[in-house]
């Protein structure tokens, strides 16, 4: 939905830069809670209240940019619930996006439930800072990469099947 409405208010057409917004507002944000949190609760007063603080600050802010938005497209008709659906001639495209999607967030999920305790226990630490710093990592890769892919043209149905290739064997090499 996020994707949907950056491209709506792109004034000027650019899917690419609302490609890129979406990116960096997902996964960099994704990164930027666990760095953020990270280091306020190694560091600063309250470590036990202050990263909450922040984040419902940030919440806060976040909600307050919403309701500033003005809608660019006034609706016409009687809104109605739609039952979700794919044209049938996109629909092997989308099964294959949606596939892509799941396993990329699956393994963004590893690394923001599993691989700071994982790391904990490797490095022997408990700098939170340090664990924050490394969940931010995979993150903060991410978006460097999806940034930098964003000027390839790639067909899609190259580049796909290599991405989870590699992303298998990514996950492979993580856990052996």
Known sequence: AAAAALVELETEGHHGRAAAATVLGNNGGSG?????????????????????????????????????????????????????????????????????????WAV??????????????????????????ITALMLATSCVAQLGLLRIDARPSAAQPAGLAMMAMGVVLLVV
């Open 32 to 104: 930027a809670g666990p760095l953020v949190a990270g280091m306020l609760a190694q560091w600063a007063p309250e470590r036990l209240v202050l990263p909450y603080l922040v984040g419902i600050g940030c919440i806060g802010l976040a909600l307050l940019g919403i309701l500033s938005i003005q809608e660019p497209i006034q609706p016409s008709g009687q809104w109605r619930i739609q039952r979700p659906s794919v044209p049938a001639a996109v629909r092997g495209r989308f099964a294959r996006a949606s596939l892509s999607g799941a396993c990329v």
């Open 108 to 133: 963004g999920a590893l690394f923001l439930s599993v691989v700071p305790s994982y790391a904990a226990q490797l490095l022997h630490t408990t700098d939170l800072a340090l664990l924050g710093a």
